[in-house]
């Protein structure tokens, strides 16, 4: 009768360890998807700094504000996804003054998407960095055209 109660008590305590194990592995794959589309949309800001950076431009105080708030969002996400692998190469990208230029944070940022996309969604990830590719040849080619097309999508 004990060794019942007793096997019946063991079952019961792993099932409900296997329960929080798996919701919070679906916890982190939801945040870790918040994340990864937080960061391309950093790299969308990014851009204009990498830009301004090459044509040694002023920034535009507004794109650096929405920037500015943008990564004190992913820091807020990171920081409830603490078990995250990337969690300090995001920090450093979000905050880290040692980059000597915004095209060398925008490099590390890559990795970081490149990393996280395989995870989050390799299909989508191979999508969108061509997509990017693609974006930054005709911005280098054609800087002009690249522009009006960017303010025909985005309605600016």
């Given amino acids: 009768m004990i060794v019942g109660v007793l096997a019946a008590f063991?079952?019961?305590?792993?099932?409900i360890w296997l329960q929080r194990h798996s919701e919070k592995k679906k916890e982190l794959e939801r945040r870790r998807f918040t994340i990864y589309m937080l960061l391309l949309e950093l790299k969308s800001l990014l851009f204009w700094s990498v830009s301004w950076?090459?044509?040694?431009?002023?920034?535009?105080?507004?794109?650096?504000n929405r920037r500015f708030d943008l990564c004190m969002r992913i820091a807020d996400e990171v920081r409830k996804a603490d078990s995250l692998p990337e969690v300090k190469e995001i920090l450093r990208v979000l905050f880290s003054v040692s980059?000597?230029?915004?095209?060398?944070?925008?490099?590390?940022?890559?990795e970081i998407l490149d990393k996280m996309g395989h995870a989050v969604n390799p299909r989508y990830q191979s999508i969108i960095r061509e997509i990017d590719e693609e974006n930054s040849l005709l911005?280098?080619?054609?800087?002009d055209h690249y522009m009006d097309r960017l303010h025909q999508m985005r309605g600016f």
Avoid: H, I, S
């Fill in 99 to 110: 980059y000597q230029t915004e095209q060398k944070r925008n490099a590390q940022l890559q």
């Fill in 139 to 143: 911005m280098v080619q054609n800087p």
């Fill in 53 to 64: 950076e090459l044509n040694k431009k002023k920034p535009d105080p507004n794109v650096l």
């Fill in 10 to 15: 063991a079952g019961a305590w792993a099932a």
